[in-house]
């Protein structure tokens, strides 16, 4: 029995040996990371750090002082441009080292090679998508200018000097996690990053949904419910703008649009309600007579935190702001003179083509009349635990066919293999790196007008103010030069008519300067009214946060940098003022029961804040959105084929203007119903839903409670977000926090003789969560608060703030 018991004991311990090194699934070998001297133990940080450090790093040229401020805040002095990018990418890269592996991959196509085939689809994707073809090629772009090619390989230096660094107990956690290690950094792995902010910014589309509907309805319909310009509209260059520009030509459309039900195709629908806001307001507004400069990025809030904050200094540049994790320069910041801000566009620079091949061989695609070869490139998808997978991307002059439908049926004709080909401007050359590196070091407006010039994609609205008293901003980007409308459908690829013909001069991007109003603002709404000559899109996101914006503005006197602060988190719903006296017209409240009467008195008395305390929010925010849904559900809602819904703006626009418009008709039931009725439907099921999810209305139904919002870890590991917490906004407020999305950064910027800037991160600078300030500055940006930033004039300027001395030497 002795015997026996021995040989158990022993065959258990090898189990156990095995299994604590062997990964199974997505758990590490739990040796490796519950191992002392190299698992997630060495990954706890202290708060106290040390006052001063020395360091060599291989490559320098000469000693660079970092110093790291009270929120771990890295302010880099250097005394050349390649140690300051040298150095930037070091820090980064110790700060931030597995989110700028994880997000090249997943760019790259490559997150199947650490996380296994549930991301094989992800990657096919984004291989299909041509990432990586835009990455070389943007890359390319970078390496012929001379000063932008020593900029990217000085920072790809540093990154992997930390990484030689780098014991295994070193490795960021997420790296144990996952059981794999850091690789080399290379120059593309920076352009990647801009593939995935084009992809975050313009790589959505509803051409497929619009054609389905064009399909459907035919033309008259379509254009009545998708018009070209909105009801609601406060566009970022004042109505009136006179155009300083004589135009180019427009091209022709074709003579007449066919189009048909497409299936196979499941492209990235663009979502309604998400955005970013920026402004600057002219010093005769403000308290100081100096402009000051506001923006506040809305993009998925993550942990570790979309951006690193950094102030960079060497000859000819001493700028402060934050960068993005694995790319150079500071990307939203100030200088010494100016300011700049970024929200997006919504350029129309994304294009679907439908192509017809040969045959089943897919070697050759009809265009202009003649058969085209197709070129052929060979991805190779490495799957972890499992064996490679082989996908051939097809290529056409447009782009990659993404889609590769089976076939197209025509009469008398056997089925014609046909694809869809995707012409983006991710995918062509660039230098957008260029735009930064001359803005972190410009001194007046016509500087920043030239650094506009090399910025490609995904297009921007750069919003500018300067110690000179300039205001401006510039919807801005590299343009295509289309006829209007001309990627609102799917296009025919074999018509050379559809193709992009040229650019949209950079001069001729919209542009105001110093504007009468006295200042200038952007909310991701239309770009301009309809006397700009060019088309830019059909379509942009909702008046709603940029009419708020400026309606703040327009009355503002003696502005300071709390009023900025303040209007950033604004959560007052226009939309609400707009359509809610006329929702409440058509209830009946005879027809209510006891909670329902309730929640109509609570609507009344509601003063259109998103408060996270208001019962009104999530009784209008409930009903609209099943108003809106149940007036389009039975004609759009097809599990067989994607179908656009029409615009929040045109469901309003039907309300207020025809209300027994035939949409607001169920066609499933035998009465003919109005708005009236549609309203009253939706309002009791909302009410109904309220409580049967919350109870009987009182303080579970505040928004807070309703609304659920994250700020989740970037992979989704449980525990290493924020958990849920209570929040105000929503996404047509000016604190636009919804679904996970937010300001993932608040900057506002007092210009003058010496600048002060004032900015929080919805989180903090470290991506490891065992570090105190993996999450430092997140209750502050809960609470709606900014922190001033240290701006040091040099390296031996004294601080209180300053808590470490960082000195670098070759």
């Known amino acids: 029995m002795k015997v026996f018991k021995a040989i158990i004991s022993v065959a258990f311990t090898l189990a156990l040996i095995w299994a604590l090194q062997t990964k199974f699934g997505d758990v590490p070998p739990l040796g490796d990371f519950l191992n002392p001297s190299t698992g997630f133990w060495q990954n706890a940080e202290s708060k106290n750090i040390l006052s001063n450090e020395k360091l060599k790093l ?53 997150l199947s090679e650490v996380v296994g085939d549930k991301a094989l689809e992800l990657d096919r994707y984004h291989r299909r998508m041509g990432m990586t073809y835009g990455a070389e090629n943007t890359l ?24 030689k660094q780098l014991k295994p107990g070193g490795y960021p956690i997420e790296f144990k996690l996952l059981a794999y290690k850091p690789e080399e950094w290379k120059p593309v792995n920076s352009a990647y990053l801009l593939k995935l902010m084009s992809e975050t910014l313009a ?131 100030y200088n010494q003179k100016v300011s700049w801000g970024v929200t997006n566009v919504d350029a129309d620079v994304l294009d679907w083509y439908q192509v017809k091949f040969k045959d089943a061989s897919r070697k050759e695609y009809w265009y202009n009349g003649k058969w ?32 590769d439908n089976v076939a197209m049926a025509k009469k008398g004709r056997p089925n014609i293999p046909v694809g869809n080909a995707l012409r983006w401007i991710a995918h062509d050359e660039s230098d957008e790196f260029k735009t930064f590196y001359l803005l972190n070091r410009a001194k007046n407006y016509d500087d920043y007008r030239k650094a506009l010039t090399f910025y490609t994609a995904p297009a921007q609205n750069f919003v500018f103010a300067s110690a000179d008293n300039d205001v401006a901003i510039t919807p801005n980007g590299k343009l295509p030069l289309k006829y209007k409308d001309q990627g609102k459908f799917i296009l025919d690829g074999s018509d050379p008519v559809n193709d992009w013909h040229g650019w949209i001069p950079y001069a001729h991007n919209p542009t105001v300067k110093n504007p009468a109003r006295g200042f200038v603002s952007s909310a991701n709404q239309s770009s301009t009214d309809q006397t700009y000559p060019y088309y830019i899109n059909w379509k942009f996101e909702g008046y709603e946060r940029g009419k708020r914006i400026n309606d703040r503005l327009a009355v503002m006197k003696n502005a300071t940098v709390d009023s900025m602060r303040i209007l950033q988190t604004d959560d007052y719903s226009i939309r609400a003022q707009d359509i809610l006296p006329t929702m409440l ?16 008195d609570s609507l009344k008395q509601w003063d259109k804040h998103y408060t996270a305390r208001s019962v009104g929010a999530s009784i209008f925010q409930t009903w609209w959105a099943k108003f809106y849904n149940f007036t389009w559900r039975d004609n759009f809602e097809n599990k067989d084929t994607l179908l656009y819904f029409p615009t929040m703006d045109r469901t309003e626009a039907l309300l207020i203007k025809t209300p027994s418009s035939v949409w607001f008709d169920n066609k499933r039931t035998p009465a003919i119903e109005t708005a009236a009725d549609v309203l009253m439907a939706s309002f009791t099921a909302s009410v109904d839903e309220l ?13 807070g409670k309703v609304k659920a919002f994250e700020v989740a870890h970037l992979g989704h590991v449980p525990g290493l977000g924020s958990g849920n917490f209570e929040s105000g906004g929503a996404g047509s407020t000016v604190n636009a926090l919804i679904d996970g999305h937010g300001p993932s950064w608040r900057m506002v910027v007092q210009l003058g003789p010496k600048p002060k800037g004032y900015g929080i991160l919805p989180g903090g600078q470290s991506g490891n969560p065992g570090s105190f300030y993996y999450d430092d500055l997140l209750k502050t940006w809960q609470q709606g608060k900014l922190h001033e930033l240290l701006y040091l004039q040099s390296a031996t300027e004294k601080s209180p703030r300053i808590k470490t001395t960082l000195t670098i030497s070759k």
Request: aromatic content about 8%.
């Open 691 to 703: 409580q049967k999810q919350y109870g009987n209305i009182g303080v579970n139904w505040r928004w």
């Open 372 to 403: 085209n070869k197709v070129e052929r490139k060979t991805e190779i998808i490495k799957i972890r635990g499992s064996k490679d997978v082989v996908d051939t991307v097809l290529y056409t002059h447009h782009g990659p066919i993404v889609y």
């Open 203 to 333: 790589g959505g589309s509803n051409e497929l949904g619009i054609t389905n509907v064009l399909s459907k309805f035919g033309a008259k319909i379509t254009n009545d419910l998708f018009p070209d310009y909105p009801m609601h509209e406060d566009p970022i260059i004042p109505a009136g703008t006179k155009w300083d520009f004589k135009p180019l030509p427009l091209p022709q459309p074709p003579a007449a649009f066919k189009a048909q039900l497409l299936a196979g195709m499941q492209n990235r629908e663009k979502i309604e309600g998400i955005g970013s806001n920026n402004w600057a307001i002219s010093g005769s507004k403000t308290a100081t007579g100096y402009p000051i400069l506001a923006n506040d990025p809305h993009l998925n809030l993550t942990l570790p935190s979309i951006w690193y904050q950094m102030q960079m200094v060497a000859p000819g540049v001493n700028v402060n702001g934050v960068t993005l994790p694995g790319a150079p320069c500071v990307v939203i910041g």
């Open 585 to 600: 017209k058509y209830l009946d409240a005879t027809k209510l029961d006891k909670t329902q009467a309730a929640a109509l």
């Open 58 to 110: 291989p490559g320098l040229q000469n000693e660079v002082i970092v110093q790291y401020d009270d929120n771990r805040i890295p302010h880099v002095f250097a005394k050349n441009d390649h140690d300051l990018y040298y150095v930037q990418g070091y820090l980064t890269a110790k700060a931030r080292l597995w989110q700028m592996d994880i997000q090249t991959r997943s760019a790259a196509g490559r």
């Open 140 to 163: 390319k772009g970078i390496m012929k200018d001379p000063v932008m090619s020593q900029v990217i390989q000085a920072y790809s230096d540093g990154v992997n000097a930390y990484i």
